[in-house]
T-cell receptor
Framework: AQSVTQPDIHITVSEGASLELRCNYSYGATPYLFWYVQSPGQGLQLLLKYFSGDTLVQGIKGFEAEFKRSQSSFNLRKPSVHWSDAAEYFCAVGTGANNLFFGTGTRLTVIP | GAGVSQSPRYKVAKRGQDVALRCDPISGHVSLFWYQQALGQGPEFLTYFQNEAQLDKSGLPSDRFFAERPEGSVSTLKIQRTQQEDSAVYLC??????????????FGPGTRLTVL
């Protein structure tokens, strides 16, 4: 069965600092991997996705993520965090069926 | 509008009441999804439509939950005899093509249901 683990419930970083949000997945084949961001009162917005090819993928808002098959990980990174990045971040895996399986999310707080 | 819209944004129901939640997907999007997001959790899949056909309803938690998309555009999620455990945010998403995993799902803002 597929599953997604986001081990960090809440992360606090200073504005301008680098960020890494962790995501580990469990799936028997090559997964389709996604990162979404959810701001209060807003719908989920896709940041980036990985299907195949280059394991380092670039997304919107300066985010990137790296797929590491050996570690079953798809961590999200940003070199310099902005106050507007404060939100909830969800990692998700698509298995080729019709739906996405989401992790429980990581809430990011950005302090001045 | 340009995005997925949902109504109402907030709904308070007494236990035992029936509720209906509406989703207006992006015009022309073939695929439509419903997810349930409990407090502090990630969204969980409920059901999937391709046009008017409900192809997957494996995530519906009980027979009190029913979804329809009769004309292949607007969708309604109905919950009968609501229970407190139904309290959650219900998210709707749409995708342009029929192979949804390969394409971005665009999410609405959700309907927050509170059952007293």
């Amino acid at each position: 069965a597929q599953s997604v683990t986001q081990p960090d419930i809440h992360i606090t970083v200073s504005e301008g600092a680098s960020l890494e949000l962790r995501c580990n997945y469990s799936y028997g084949a090559t997964p389709y991997l996604f990162w979404y961001v959810q701001s209060p009162g807003q719908g989920l917005q896709l940041l980036l996705k990985y299907f195949s090819g280059d394991t380092l993928v670039q997304g919107i808002k300066g985010f990137e993520a790296e797929f590491k098959r050996s570690q079953s990980s798809f961590n999200l990174r940003k070199p310099s965090v902005h106050w507007s990045d404060a939100a909830e971040y969800f990692c998700a895996v698509g298995t080729g069926a019709n739906n996405l399986f989401f992790g429980t999310g990581t809430r990011l707080t950005v302090i001045p | 509008g340009a995005g997925v819209s949902q109504s109402p944004r907030y709904k308070v129901a007494k236990r035992g009441q029936d509720v209906a939640l509406r989703c207006d997907p992006i015009s022309g999007h073939v695929s439509l999804f419903w997810y349930q997001q409990a407090l502090g959790q990630g969204p969980e899949f409920l059901t999937y439509f391709q046009n008017e056909a409900q192809l997957d309803k494996s995530g519906l938690p009980s027979d009190r939950f029913f979804a329809e998309r009769p004309e292949g555009s607007v969708s309604t999620l109905k919950i009968q005899r609501t229970q407190q455990e139904d309290s959650a945010v219900y998210l709707c998403a749409s995708s342009i093509r029929r192979a949804p995993i390969y394409n971005e799902q665009f999410f609405g803002p959700g309907t927050r249901l509170t059952v007293l």
